[in-house]
């Protein structure tokens, strides 16, 4: 058994999580970027040693192993086959992000994105001098769907080139399922739209919600799309920067490499391609346990609101450990919501706001910690509600 109780000193460690001036207060809790509060497995820390041990940090490329080890993974996990050809890795997602923007439309084209999301899509998209068309999602005060109608709507009427699709989305917890997926794959390829599929959460998903990874909705999905995939959230390894982006077509995967290269980006570094493939190699049982233990904390946060703060709603998670919370019966605006968390409840979140249309009045909270310091938390949040005048 893993023992992901264990809290763990992350100050001065360098981490933008703990180590940013918002952070110093000593009392605040910061539960706001997604990586984890959890040590990675051991398999990963000793592939890491081994090479620190060597000494010698000469140039590197991907083995024949590393691939297999990303294949296996993809196929045993999520049912979902590659082929070492269509891998493409790069030094992270939002940088593939990036790229495929550049690869794939050119300057003043159009990309939809559905809102509230991750709010670098918006930036991969304005700082390579695209346009944003947005299609925000429809909330019924319980759960998130996508409107088919203004989907299709606001691909004919702004001319889209390019869809950005995160499955699951962030920060609204859901997991598409396998007709959602079919729709918004249709109505792409009905109008020629590309679809860049951000599937950097796949691994994250709860009770009887499965991912389905792009490619496998619907065979001919394959000539239209990319899919970025990456080991960095599941084995909290963000900082190592390494991530597998999947491109069946050879015409894109051509296009996506030429822009790769046209751009100086190079592969992921030794210490990344090391954790990858020793995560995926010895990590099952690993993401196992900790599936089990996140559902605890969500778990625990819902019934803490449900029994302790029942005006604010949990939006129930299907996947990620990123929690959704709808604060607007606070009725507080957004500087008040900021202020009030980090001022009183000594809680540093991801606002909203941030993610877009939609987002006000909304606070994403990390819940990839010890359940002490969740409960800790939980309990700040509590206190500051209930000591408002
Ligand atoms: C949907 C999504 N894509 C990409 C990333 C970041 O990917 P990377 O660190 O590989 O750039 C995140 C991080 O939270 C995310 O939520």
């Given at each position: 058994m893993y023992n992901f109780d264990k809290?763990?000193?992350?100050?001065?460690?360098?981490?933008?999580?703990?180590?940013?001036?918002?952070?110093?207060?000593?009392?605040?809790?910061?539960?706001?970027?997604?990586?984890?509060?959890?040590?990675?497995?051991p398999e990963v820390k000793e592939a890491l040693l081994k090479r620190a041990e060597h000494g010698i940090f000469g140039y590197a490329a991907p083995t024949e192993n590393y691939y297999q080890a990303v294949i296996n993974w993809m196929k045993d996990r999520h049912h979902f086959d590659i082929q070492k050809e269509w891998i493409v890795p790069t030094p992270g997602i939002v940088t593939a992000l990036k790229l495929a923007v550049r690869a794939y439309t050119h300057p003043s084209d159009k990309i939809m994105i559905m809102k509230p999301v991750y709010y670098p899509f918006d930036a991969s998209i304005n700082l390579?001098?695209?346009?944003?068309?947005?299609?925000?999602?429809?909330?019924?005060?319980?759960?998130?769907?996508?409107?088919?109608?203004?989907?299709?709507?606001?691909?004919?009427?702004?001319?889209v080139k390019m869809f950005i699709l995160c499955n699951p989305h962030n920060p609204i917890g859901r997991v598409w399922t396998r007709d959602e997926l079919y729709q918004m794959g249709k109505i792409c390829q009905k109008h020629h739209v590309y679809v860049i599929s951000d599937e950097i959460h796949m691994d994250f998903t709860y009770k009887n919600h499965n991912h389905v990874a792009f490619y496998n909705v619907d065979e001919s999905f394959k000539d239209f799309t990319i899919i970025c995939t990456a080991p960095s959230k599941t084995?909290?390894?963000?900082?190592l920067q390494t991530s597998n982006i999947v491109i069946a077509n050879k015409e894109m995967r051509k296009m996506f490499v030429d822009e790769k290269n046209a751009s100086g980006v190079n592969d992921p570094n030794i210490f990344g391609l090391d954790a990858c493939e020793a995560a995926y190699t010895y990590g099952a049982k690993w993401v196992d346990e900790l599936l089990v233990y996140l559902q605890g904390n969500i778990d625990y946060m819902k019934d803490f609101f449900a029994e302790?703060?029942?005006?604010?709603?949990?939006?129930?998670?299907?996947?990620?450990?990123?929690?959704?919370?709808?604060?607007?019966?606070?009725?507080?605006?957004?500087?008040?919501?900021?202020?009030?968390?980090?001022?009183?409840?000594?809680?540093?979140?991801?606002?909203?706001?941030?993610?877009?249309?939609?987002?006000?009045?909304?606070?994403?909270?990390?819940?990839?910690?010890?359940?002490?310091?969740?409960?800790?938390?939980?309990?700040?949040l509590e206190k500051a509600i209930k000591e408002r005048v």
């Open positions: 809290v763990i000193n992350r100050k001065q460690t360098n981490s933008i999580k703990y180590d940013r001036e918002k952070a110093q207060d000593s009392r605040i809790i910061p539960m706001w970027v997604a990586d984890m509060d959890f040590e990675t497995l390579n001098g695209r346009t944003v068309v947005e299609c925000p999602l429809l909330f019924d005060g319980e759960q998130y769907t996508c409107d088919f109608e203004l989907f299709e709507k606001q691909i004919i009427d702004n001319h084995f909290n390894l963000a900082a302790h703060l029942p005006d604010i709603k949990v939006i129930d998670p299907q996947g990620l450990y990123l929690v959704w919370v709808d604060m607007r019966s606070l009725g507080m605006n957004n500087e008040e919501l900021e202020e009030f968390m980090l001022k009183k409840a000594y809680l540093w979140l991801d606002e909203g706001y941030i993610f877009g249309t939609g987002g006000a009045g909304f606070e994403r909270f990390n819940v990839a910690c010890p359940r002490s310091i969740l409960k800790q938390a939980l309990e700040q």
